[in-house]
């Protein structure tokens, strides 16, 4: 104004721009300062000055995204986190990390024991069976530890993985991928059907790198199915140290209205974690599970998912969230997560 601005000339403050954190506020050269002030922005902040600003509204698209500026929990294991944390941030939603597992190698002297003499017998194998992608590292790194990675080259056995991301894992190693489970489902039981009908198992030796918690749906059925199974554990699945009081406080508070979820034991750790008052928060949530396995473990604890992807996928999780919001919003109903609870 001192250099000659007309006061009532359209003004902006856009702080976190282009983030999920976003937040404008419009005014005028003359009470933008009072503006930013009660609104509380601060740094990092661009301000914009002239008609510009008019434009607003036609170019707004980003605080439009269903998603924009919702707090979303990424529980995953911290090397897994990335995906999931890139796929909400592009939909407008803000990422909350805060793993509830971790992914470590089997060490103890039994399982090391159980790992080391189904490497020795690696070539006896007809079949090598690959249920998710960690089944896959935590493979390769026992391989690694034992100095044996010459010996996957000249591997005769088929590998069978549970779908596409396990199978990339895989074939980046450089095992020859010779069976991937298509379609919706990405679950033990699907991939123990498709075995049955495309791969029968009978008379074969299947090994079956596997977590401490893993279930034994697959090693069951191709058994049963005439074939002989190792299932050994590989790896463990175990909750790392979490700050509960920040997560209770997250969910209590309405910050953290987004809960998806990609395995049952971040189900598990999860609500082991809640007290009362943020367990009843998490009606109010918009509840994503990746696949039925995950979705049954939610319903088993009391929270049942509203939200499942076709395809065991994390963008697919994100655009069926994104979609569900859509559809509540257009049906006049507010979708879990904006102060109301779901009738």
């Given at each position: 104004m001192a250099g000659g601005t007309a006061p009532?000339?359209?003004?902006?403050?856009?702080?976190?721009?282009?983030?999920?954190?976003?937040?404008?506020?419009?005014?005028?050269?003359?009470?933008?300062?009072e503006a930013i002030e009660a609104d509380g922005l601060g740094a990092p902040s661009v301000i914009v000055v002239g008609k510009v600003v008019d434009l607003r509204k036609t170019l707004g698209w980003w605080e439009a995204s269903p998603l924009f500026g919702l707090g979303a929990l990424v529980s995953r294991a911290p090397h897994q986190a990335a995906e999931l944390a890139a796929a909400l941030r592009a939909a407008g939603a803000v990422p909350c990390l805060r793993p509830l597992?971790?992914?470590?190698?089997?060490?103890?002297?039994?399982?090391?024991?159980?790992?080391?003499?189904?490497?020795?017998?690696?070539?006896?194998?007809?079949?090598?069976l690959f249920s998710s992608s960690n089944a896959v590292r935590f493979f390769l790194h026992h391989v690694d530890r034992k100095g044996l990675r010459d010996r996957l080259r000249g591997l005769a056995c088929r590998v069978l993985c549970i779908g596409p991301s396990t199978a990339r894992a895989a074939g980046e190693a450089g095992l020859p991928v010779h069976f991937t489970l298509a379609g919706g489902r990405g679950d033990a039981e699907a991939m123990l059907a498709e075995i049955l009908l495309s791969h029968p198992p009978q008379g074969r030796?299947?090994?079956?790198?596997?977590?401490?918690?893993?279930?034994d749906v697959l090693a069951r059925g191709l058994v049963e199915a005439g074939a002989e199974v190792d299932a050994v554990v590989y790896y463990r699945n175990i909750r790392p140290e979490v700050d509960a009081a920040a997560l209770r406080a997250g969910l209590s508070s309405g910050a953290l209205p987004l809960?998806?979820?990609?395995?049952?034991?971040?189900?598990?750790?999860?609500?082991?974690?809640?007290?009362?008052?943020?367990?009843?928060?998490?009606?109010?949530?918009?509840?994503?599970?990746?696949?039925?396995?995950?979705?049954?473990?939610?319903?088993?604890?009391?929270?049942?998912?509203?939200?499942?992807?076709?395809?065991?996928?994390?963008?697919?999780?994100?655009?069926?969230?994104?979609?569900?919001?859509?559809?509540?919003?257009?049906?006049?109903?507010?979708?879990?997560?904006?102060?109301?609870?779901?009738?």
């Open positions: 009532e000339t359209p003004a902006a403050a856009v702080m976190n721009g282009t983030r999920p954190e976003q937040r404008v506020r419009v005014a005028t050269v003359a009470n933008l300062a597992i971790d992914l470590v190698p089997a060490q103890e002297p039994g399982e090391l024991t159980a790992i080391d003499e189904s490497l020795a017998r690696l070539e006896a194998y007809d079949d090598l030796r299947v090994l079956i790198p596997r977590s401490d918690i893993a279930r809960l998806p979820f990609t395995s049952p034991s971040a189900v598990r750790h999860f609500t082991e974690l809640l007290d009362e008052a943020s367990r009843a928060a998490c009606q109010r949530c918009i509840i994503a599970a990746i696949g039925k396995t995950t979705a049954d473990a939610l319903a088993a604890v009391g929270l049942p998912p509203q939200v499942m992807p076709r395809r065991p996928d994390v963008r697919e999780m994100v655009e069926a969230i994104e979609e569900y919001v859509v559809e509540r919003r257009g049906a006049g109903s507010p979708a879990p997560g904006w102060g109301e609870e779901e009738s």
